[in-house]
């Protein structure tokens, strides 16, 4: 069983839902056996207060809805046989991957040449910017594509 959004439901997963009344006589049961339900960590991320009355309250207010086990009986199989087959025709002609280049740089002091560990930089590859920082050693890392034209460096506090 699972709890589901009710704008969320499908079709088929429509025709499973279980009844206010039973979903909250489950839902109680589970909640306070501490028992985990999928779903139940979605509905209470969504609370403003999270405490058990709440999410028993959102059931009873058809905002969330408990789906019986039987809507996912025989359905995965279908799907499990479609997914290994794409699965099987990716592994056979797998598709081109892009070749990344890695450029490494030694950010060092220019006064005492000693490496600036976790300094922060900007590395600006073809005119997109991401903020990033050196490693323990002061090397910045960058993997780029071979058809890169342009890339800097900006750094900060030095």
């Not at 709890?3 to 909250?24: F, G, K, M, W």
């Amino acid at each position: 069983m699972r709890l589901v959004r009710e704008l969320s439901l499908t079709d088929h997963e429509r025709q499973h839902v279980c009844c206010v009344e039973e979903a909250l006589e489950h839902v109680s049961s589970l909640l306070s056996m501490r028992q985990p339900l999928e779903g139940l960590d979605q509905l209470r991320a969504g609370l403003m207060i999270n405490l058990d009355s709440e999410v028993l309250a959102q059931i009873k207010q058809g905002e969330w809805c408990l789906i019986k086990a039987e809507a996912d009986y025989g359905y995965w199989q279908g799907a499990e046989a479609v997914f290994q087959q794409a699965v099987l025709e990716l592994m056979n002609n797998p598709p081109e991957q892009p070749t990344r280049t890695a450029r490494i740089f030694r950010l060092v002091d220019s006064v005492t040449g000693e490496p600036l560990p976790a300094q922060a930089y900007i590395a600006t590859i073809d005119g997109i910017p991401s903020q990033r920082r050196t490693d323990a050693q002061g090397i910045a890392h960058l993997f780029t594509d071979d058809q890169v034209r342009q890339l800097s460096l900006r750094i900060f506090n030095v």
